[in-house]
């Protein structure tokens, strides 16, 4: 199992926690595809940008299949994440895998 922490930090993963028994990795994501800055005029003048970002807790599951690793996003409460994000999740890995 390549993956590590390394590769999650270097995607815009927190890494808060992993249980390696069971190949969990708990993160989160801040999503650059949802930054929304939705304040008003003056809220944007007089008061500090959060940036609109905000991160979702997601885990990364790894099990060892043969000669090779299959990797799932599940979502806080551990059912499977089937959005956009978790496939961005997945391509952001993979790139850095390779």
Do not use: W
């Not at 708990?26 to 999503?31: L, N």
């Amino acid at each position: 199992m390549a993956l590590g922490g390394l590769s999650l930090d270097r995607v815009n993963f927190t890494v808060e926690d992993r249980d390696r028994a069971q190949g969990l990795y708990y993160v989160r994501y801040v999503d650059p595809k949802q930054a929304v800055d939705d304040r008003g005029f003056f809220s944007k003048i007089f008061t500090k940008a959060n940036d609109g970002k905000t991160a979702k807790k997601y885990r990364v599951a790894l099990k060892g299949s043969g000669t090779g690793t299959t990797v799932t996003v599940l979502n806080d409460a551990g059912q499977p994440e089937n959005t956009d994000i978790s496939k961005r999740i997945l391509s952001l890995l993979d790139e850095q895998l390779h």
